[in-house]
């Protein structure tokens, strides 16, 4: 598996993890449990985390096609949850699972 993570400061972290994770639910599974969160799509598995000021978004895949996908589609839905104030998301490759 192919794996990158997007550190994304934000005052709100936690808000924006409960979204993700109750916006995807009605399709895909979802954990969701304090500050810890999975949502396992097709194309991968996208796993969550939020500390003080910065949710982590770690993403996992089989292929890079599948991996950019998993990418973008997190991306767009974070962004358009963070209407308001943008953050920037930009997604490093990672060798090792973080958590």
Same mark, same amino acid.
């Given at each position: 598996?192919?794996?990158?993570?997007?550190?994304?400061?934000? /005052?709100?972290?936690?808000?924006?993890?409960?979204?993700?994770?109750?916006?995807?639910?009605?399709?895909?599974?979802?954990?969701?449990?304090?500050? *810890?969160?999975?949502?396992?799509?097709?194309?991968?598995?996208?796993?969550?985390?939020?500390?003080?000021?910065?949710?982590?978004?770690? &993403?996992?895949?089989?292929? *890079? *096609?599948?991996?950019?996908?998993?990418?973008?589609?997190?991306?767009?839905?974070?962004?358009?949850?963070?209407?308001? &104030? /943008?953050? *920037?998301?930009?997604?490093?490759?990672?060798?090792?699972?973080?958590?």
């Amino acid at each position: 598996m192919i794996q990158s993570i997007a550190t994304v400061s934000t /005052p709100t972290p936690r808000r924006y993890l409960v979204q993700l994770c109750k916006h995807f639910e009605h399709k895909l599974e979802v954990h969701q449990e304090g500050n *810890e969160g999975s949502i396992a799509f097709s194309a991968g598995t996208c796993r969550l985390h939020a500390d003080s000021d910065t949710l982590v978004l770690q &993403a996992e895949a089989p292929s *890079e *096609e599948t991996l950019a996908q998993l990418q973008d589609v997190v991306a767009r839905h974070l962004l358009r949850f963070a209407f308001r &104030a /943008p953050p *920037e998301i930009t997604w490093q490759r990672k060798e090792a699972v973080l958590f």
